[in-house]
């Protein structure tokens, strides 16, 4: 049987913790800043959590 293939795209924009959540950035944060708030922005900032139904679909994708 041949090996698996990682999904290289999700392997960029996905990292999975110790203790085995998925970690992604958030969206919106390419160009138009200058509209935003200030609060906005630093939210944008810090990474987020995938949502638990999309948490198994991501795992696939990493092989993790």
Request: charged content about 35%.
């Amino acid at each position: 049987m041949p090996k698996l293939k990682t999904n290289k795209s999700a392997a960029k924009r996905f990292k999975v913790t110790g203790t085995g959540k998925v970690k992604r950035t958030r969206a919106g944060k390419s160009h138009l800043m200058v509209t935003f708030s200030g609060k906005r922005v630093r939210r944008l900032r810090k990474a987020e959590l995938v949502s638990k139904t999309q948490e198994a679909t991501v795992k696939r994708m990493l092989l993790a």
